[in-house]
């Protein structure tokens, strides 16, 4: 049912415009030089080219300034955290932090891939990221409570995968 009521609308729409493009390919006028034409047509798109450019160049440029790369978390407020794993613990440079101060963890690995997670006091996951040998993943969180977290490996990467815990405090 559906699909006739559709291709009946089909037909009754496809109609008139068929229509309308037979009328205008058969009722044009008689060839004339279109070198005038072609003259402001040429002018349109260099007139839209240098506006297009004069608008969107602004607009890159500012953009490019919002982009995160090269920046210095410490000089907007952000507390950076080296964290490296290793079979089988963490070394983390700072393992205290404050409620409501953004934290930025660059999180490698000196061996083999482990799981950088972040559990809070429930041992609910809070976030988390790869730790790669030869590649550090930036991972930015901002503890909303005061308390002890625990940080565990997500990628199971020996025997004593288990006993890979580190802590952190955060305070008021």
Not at 10 to 39: N, Q
Not at 44 to 49: A, G, K, P, Y
Not at 101 to 106: G, L
Not at 111 to 126: P, Q
């Amino acid at each position: 049912m559906l699909q006739s009521i559709s291709l009946w609308l089909t037909i009754l729409l496809v109609v008139p415009v068929t229509a309308t493009f037979l009328w205008v390919a058969f009722s044009r006028p008689a060839a004339v030089d279109a070198g005038d034409l072609t003259a402001r047509s040429y002018r349109l798109r260099d007139w839209s080219f240098w506006v297009l450019l004069a608008v969107v160049t602004p607009v890159f440029l500012y953009t490019l300034t919002l982009m995160p790369y090269g920046t210095d978390p410490e000089a907007e407020g952000v507390q950076a955290v080296n964290v490296t794993g290793h079979m089988w613990r963490w070394d983390l440079s700072q393992d205290e932090f404050r409620v409501g101060e953004p934290v930025q963890f660059r999180v490698t690995s000196q061996d083999v891939n482990h799981g950088f997670a972040i559990y809070d006091e429930d041992m609910t996951l809070l976030t988390q990221t790869q730790a790669m040998p030869g590649y550090t993943n930036i991972l930015e969180y901002t503890f909303e409570q005061p308390g002890t977290y625990q940080v565990l490996c997500l990628e199971y990467c020996g025997v004593a995968h288990h006993a890979m815990v580190a802590e952190l405090t955060v305070t008021e």
